[in-house]
């Protein structure tokens, strides 16, 4: 088996619902607090689609299960941001603002690599939904050694992923940027233009997390070491 990227970009459209799914995660991402919300709903499916089952249900079917994941997968973002965006505050002060060219290169540089940290540690994470194992990181590093080329790929699928779904934003803006100036003296028309643009918007915003979550489940589905944690877990 590997990892299908036909597959990961065509899951958010599965199961019926298609845009309005999406765009209610989108939504309901963007409402404080609530946002906690889809962000759970994401990391159940992530873990549902490492066991097999690669289904995309209700936004709200396990709305206060999927609140507390959210809330525990934000924290785990945040422990784990946090020494990344010191070392970034500490290079700022060192380099000074002489150097801006070697220091965005070192932010770049430092990006990726908290990219790469935050995608294996989101797949640990979905072993049990605990904080701790987002800061496993003994854990991570298992997960990559099992295949380090499997890891990159995954890695770079999710990247194409999230490319493919941008192009499909900028789009959805440059027909908005058209199309807007025609309606300009029909308020109505403008207005219903604009909601509708906004509710493409959110639908591929929410699409194309949905579609990496589905990369990342289809590699922890591959990993011999997540199925053992996953088991040690249910005993």
């Not at 290169?105 to 294996?120: A, G, R």
């Not at 540690?121 to 939904?129: I, Y």
């Not at 929410?206 to 591959?222: C, D, K, L, P």
Request: hydrophobic share 55%; charged share 10%.
């Amino acid at each position: 088996m590997s990892i299908d990227i036909v597959k990961a970009i065509k899951a958010p459209w599965q199961n019926g619902g298609g845009f309005w799914r999406m765009f209610l995660g989108a939504l309901v991402f963007c409402i404080p607090i609530l946002g906690f919300i889809s962000q759970g709903y994401l990391m159940e499916y992530l873990k549902n689609v490492s066991e097999g089952k690669d289904e995309l249900k209700n936004i709200f079917e396990h709305g206060s299960q999927s609140f507390v994941i959210g809330f525990k997968y934000i924290v785990g973002f945040i422990l784990l941001l946090i020494p990344f965006a010191v070392l970034m505050f500490i290079c700022a002060l060192l380099m000074g603002k002489d150097n801006r060219l070697i220091l965005e290169l070192i932010y770049q540089v430092l990006n990726i690599i908290f990219m790469l940290v935050l995608f294996v540690m989101t797949v640990n994470f979905c072993t049990d939904h605990k904080i701790a194992s987002f800061l496993d990181f003994k854990s991570g590093v298992s997960i990559i050694k099992e295949s380090p080329v499997k890891f990159i790929i995954a890695c770079l699928f999710s990247f194409v992923v999230q490319i493919l779904y941008t192009l499909c934003l900028v789009v959805v803006g440059i027909v908005l940027a058209i199309l807007v100036p025609l309606f300009i003296k029909i308020p109505l028309f403008g207005i219903i233009l604009v909601l509708v643009m906004i509710f493409f918007a959110g639908a591929f915003m929410f699409a194309s997390a949905v579609a990496t979550t589905n990369i990342m489940g289809q590699y922890a589905a591959e990993s011999a070491y997540i199925t053992q944690r996953k088991q040690q877990n249910q005993n």
